[in-house]
């Protein structure tokens, strides 16, 4: 168990549809990154939040949103769902100086 | 970008030795890591190793890094069949703090 949990587990909803992922860090760590796990495009990076801000970015579409709240949970916002957008998204977190990144369970979204 | 590559599949016998090989393009990267990931469940960080080490032993992980060559292995010694998963290399380049992952070696162990 790494200490950082992610809900729901499994998630199905139809094209068009709006869902809204959670993460909660290991306890003290104060970065939040996202990933996307899908079988053609492997795991992805898409947004990394440090303490309640965006750190970096990497392949997220204009159609998804994250945000860090101030007790350090995290949320991704998936909106206008498209069937391509089916895959597992992982939330990871670390201390700001570690680099260890820490994985949580994954969310399995299915879009029909 | 980074790139970083992995042979897809892997068998070995239980008992024997896997090796799991990696390359990345990257030449500023710090840190490379490997992950483990069983089905239906989350990845798992095995080990690193900082670029400036050649090689880290943890118990039956051995990590070897040619960073001239741009290649990073794992070897597992005495693999058990519960060393049977997919793992990732990662890696992690100066400045950054997003990991860049490989496509991952699914490793089957046959008894």
């Known amino acids: 168990d790494s200490g950082v949990t992610q809900t729901p587990k499994h998630l199905i909803t139809a094209t068009g549809q709006r869902v809204t992922l959670r993460c909660s860090p290991r306890s003290g760590d104060l970065s939040v990154y996202w990933y996307q796990q899908s079988l053609d495009q492997g795991l992805q990076f898409l947004i990394q939040?440090?303490?309640?801000?965006?750190?970096a970015k990497g392949n997220i579409l204009e159609r998804f949103s994250a945000q860090q709240f101030p007790d350090l949970h995290s949320e991704l916002n998936l909106s206008s769902l498209e069937l391509g957008d089916s895959a597992l998204y992982f939330c990871a977190s670390s201390e700001d100086r570690d680099h260890e990144q820490y994985f949580g369970p994954g969310t399995r979204l299915t879009v029909t | 970008g980074e790139d970083v590559e992995q042979s897809l599949f892997l068998s070995v016998r239980e008992g024997d030795s896997s090796v799991i090989n990696c390359t990345y393009t990257?030449?500023?990267?710090?840190?490379l890591y490997w992950y483990k990931q069983e089905p239906g469940a989350g990845l798992q960080l095995l080990t690193y190793i900082f670029s400036n080490m050649d090689m880290k032993q943890d118990q039956r992980l051995t990590v070897l890094l040619n960073k001239k060559d741009k290649h990073l292995s794992l070897r597992i010694a005495d693999t058990q069949t519960g060393d049977s998963a997919i793992y990732f290399c990662?890696?992690?380049?100066?400045?950054?703090?997003?990991?860049?992952f490989g496509a991952g070696t699914t490793v089957t162990v046959r008894a």
């Open positions: 939040y440090y303490n309640g801000e965006e750190r």
């Open positions: 990662a890696e992690r380049g100066a400045g950054d703090y997003k990991l860049s």
């Open positions: 990257d030449s500023s990267s710090t840190y």
